[in-house]
């Protein structure tokens, strides 16, 4: 997926606002030595790096770690795929927020990240759980389906586990599980009704490849149609955002 960097931050900056409370489980000590796995334009990298960490952001996207590094040209950030990375070095801690959901192989990067870290290390993160943004892929298929477009409808844009299958995996893995958490968080959308078409301009562009502009916008506006009895709130449209959020040590 092709990342535009600059609308990521002008309009989702949701994404990594949400990501500091994370930040907080994550319980930085100065000096220690953090991967940030999937760092996009590097806001919670260097949010690591000013608690007193030793940081290190990869991202698969070669937009987003060249922004980072525009912005915060003090931290070495590189392309990476969350899938088959190494270091040399092993880590204290692995950081990840609103990347995970994005792995359609999640054993191979836990897998990297158990690999990666040092005895008695920790992984940290928050993605997209089980019921993630139910409403509005059942809302793109629909509509999807009535214009013709039945393969398109039927992508898997994303993996959103229930809490018991991911830590499954974890502690299949060789990680211990020390907290975990699955729940609700209606999340505003910026620009009201806009904001249904902005986000799947950003992140559900996989469900739109090869339509044609005119009939896209038709899509659209009926998808922000189906979806505004649940998202609006009195001029301020929420998705429906469900988030997995954990910590496992490395034993």
Known sequence: MKWNAELYDDKHAFVFQYGESVLELLDIKPGERILDLGCGTGHLTNEIKNHGADVVGIDGSAEMVGRAAKSYPGIDFLVNDATDFGFDEPFDAIFSNATLHWIHEPDKAIKCVYNSLKPGGRFVAEMGGKGNMQQMIAATQQVLEKYGHSAL???????????????????????????????????????????????????????????????????????????????????????????????????
């Open 153 to 251: 409808a039927k992508k898997q844009a994303w993996y959103f586990p229930s809490l018991a299958e991911y830590t499954g995996k974890l502690e299949k893995a060789g990680f211990r599980v020390t907290f975990a958490a699955h729940f609700d968080r209606p999340t505003l959308l910026q620009d009201g009704r806009a904001g249904v078409e902005k986000w799947l301009n950003m992140f559900g562009a996989i469900f739109f490849e090869g339509i044609e502009e005119i009939e896209m916008q038709q899509i659209l506006a009926e998808i922000t149609d189906i979806l505004e009895p649940d998202y609006n709130d009195n001029g301020e449209w929420y998705a429906d955002y469900v988030r997995l959020r954990f910590v496992a040590v490395k034993e």
